[in-house]
T-cell receptor, first 110, second 111 residues
Framework: KQEVTQIPAALSVPEGENLVLNCSFT??????LQWFRQDPGKGLTSLLL?????REQTSGRLNASLDKSSGRSTLYIAASQPGDSATYLC?????????FGAGTRLTVKP | NAGVTQTPKFRILKIGQSMTLQCTQD?????MYWYRQDPGMGLKLIYY???????DKGEVPNGYNVSRSTTEDFPLRLELAAPSQTSVYFC??????????FGPGTRLLVL
């Protein structure tokens, strides 16, 4: 069964700190992996998309890596800001399925 | 471009009633998806479509039906609403292998 797990479930850090969010998946036969941000009561905003042939993607202060063989992806956020507070979800596209992790709820304290 | 639009934004249904959640995208994407999100949880795939006339089940299809007669529209039908279908429903679209774009969601309460 294809599953996606995110650790930790919640994270609280002081402003300015660098942090890493983790996503693991049980099947290495993936098409791509996408990181999203979700603010309370809102929809999902795409942050980064990594194709199965890629190792990492960067956008501003965000860097996502992918290691298919170990079934892991990380989202690195540099110099965190209070505006980064949100829930971060990873989604893995398998050949005939799409699975989401339960998310990591991030709080960045001023 | 409006992106992905969903209607209604919020709906209360009585047990046993039926309704259709509408989803439209104007980006000419082939792939469209319906998800549900329960409180504190990630999204679960209900149905998806890889093009007009083609639909397939996701992880949690029971109690739902879909159709895809055009590239733009992908409605989700609930035939006999049950309290377990209380959730937030998201529609998404993407080009093949590309980024998924999400609608704002429909909040459904079944009483």
């Amino acid at each position: 069964k294809q599953e996606v797990t995110q650790i930790p479930a919640a994270l609280s850090v002081p402003e300015g700190e660098n942090l890493v969010l983790n996503c693991s998946f049980t099947d290495s036969a993936i098409y791509n992996l996408q990181w999203f941000r979700q603010d309370p009561g809102k929809g999902l905003t795409s942050l980064l998309l990594i194709q199965s042939s890629q190792r990492e993607q960067t956008s501003g202060r965000l860097n996502a890596s992918l290691d298919k063989s170990s079934g892991r992806s990380t989202l690195y956020i540099a110099a965190s800001q209070p505006g980064d507070s949100a829930t971060y979800l990873c989604a893995v596209r398998f050949p005939n399925d799409m699975r989401f992790g339960a998310g990591t709820r991030l709080t960045v304290k001023p | 471009n409006a992106g992905v639009t969903q209607t209604p934004k919020f709906r209360i249904l009585k047990i046993g009633q039926s309704m259709t959640l509408q989803c439209t995208q104007d980006m000419n994407h082939n792939y469209m998806y319906w998800y549900r999100q329960d409180p504190g949880m990630g999204l679960k795939l209900i149905y998806y479509s890889v093009g007009a006339g083609i639909t397939d089940k996701g992880e949690v299809p029971n109690g739902y039906n879909v159709s895809r007669s055009t590239t733009e529209d992908f409605p989700l039908r609930l035939e006999l609403a049950a309290p377990s279908q209380t959730s937030v429903y998201f529609c998404a679209s993407c080009p093949m292998g590309g980024t998924q774009y999400f609608g704002p969601g429909t909040r459904l309460l079944v009483l």
